[in-house]
């Protein structure tokens, strides 16, 4: 048996006042339960006054007064703190695999039915149309999403589409995709607002298919 005894509260107190003074001589912000909100803050002021493609991440570590190493640990990447930062529920890298792996010749009815399915939770669909009603209110928001958007998802299809004009085909999808949700969803004009979800896919999975398969 080992004749170690446990730390004292004495010994206790003088280890948490050591930690304490270590972050405020280096000036971070040990992680904590607010440590995550306060990152976020910082992502957000960050990416509104340098763009999606010039915010750093150091850059926002450096603003929210943590180590990028914390960053890194919470988000992953810039990618994944953009959308978090957004409170965006669709990853481009997701995105991008549905689109890319498969058949070919099915492209359009996998796109169709991979976003119907995620309009069918309400809580995904909330967001999703609170990030649409952002974008339209807010330019600066708008072509946060826009830099974005081409950056992680256009452009990474585009090298993978073995087609004409790959960018344009990729922005008309989205454009079919987001002015369906704002008809079905944040107008909810008849009939279209009560098709259900099997038809809905049907009637999408030709215009994609031709515009992602020529």
């Known amino acids: 048996m080992s004749d170690a005894q446990p730390p004292s509260s004495e010994e206790r107190a003088g280890t948490q006042a050591a930690g304490k003074a270590a972050a405020k001589r280096t000036g971070r912000r040990p992680g904590g339960a607010d440590t995550r909100g306060v990152v976020l ?15 750093s991440m150091r850059g926002i570590a450096r603003v929210a007064g943590v180590d990028p190493a914390l960053l890194h640990h919470y988000f992953g990447s810039k990618e994944q703190l953009f959308l978090a930062a957004l409170d965006f529920p669709i990853d481009p890298a997701t995105v991008a695999v549905v689109i890319l792996d498969g058949d070919r010749a099915q492209v359009g009815e996998r796109v169709a ?9 309400p809580e995904v669909l909330n967001r999703l149309m609170a990030v649409v009603r952002t974008v339209v209110a807010s330019e600066a928001i708008a072509e946060l999403l826009r830099d974005f958007m081409v950056r992680e998802l256009v452009g990474r299809l585009a090298e ?16 079919q995709i987001i002015g369906l949700a704002m008809v079905r969803y944040i107008v909810a004009a008849e009939p279209i607002a009560s098709v259900g979800p099997e038809e809905l896919v049907s009637l999408l999975a030709p215009t994609i298919q031709r515009y992602l398969a020529g």
Do not use: H
Not at 45 to 55: I, L, S
Not at 160 to 175: C, H, K, Q
């Open 160 to 175: 993978g589409l073995a087609v004409d004009r790959p960018e344009l085909r990729v922005e008309l999808v989205i454009s």
């Open 41 to 55: 803050d910082a992502a957000r002021a960050e990416f509104a006054a340098r763009g999606y493609e010039k915010a």
């Open 113 to 121: 039915r991979f976003v119907v399915a995620l309009w069918e939770q």
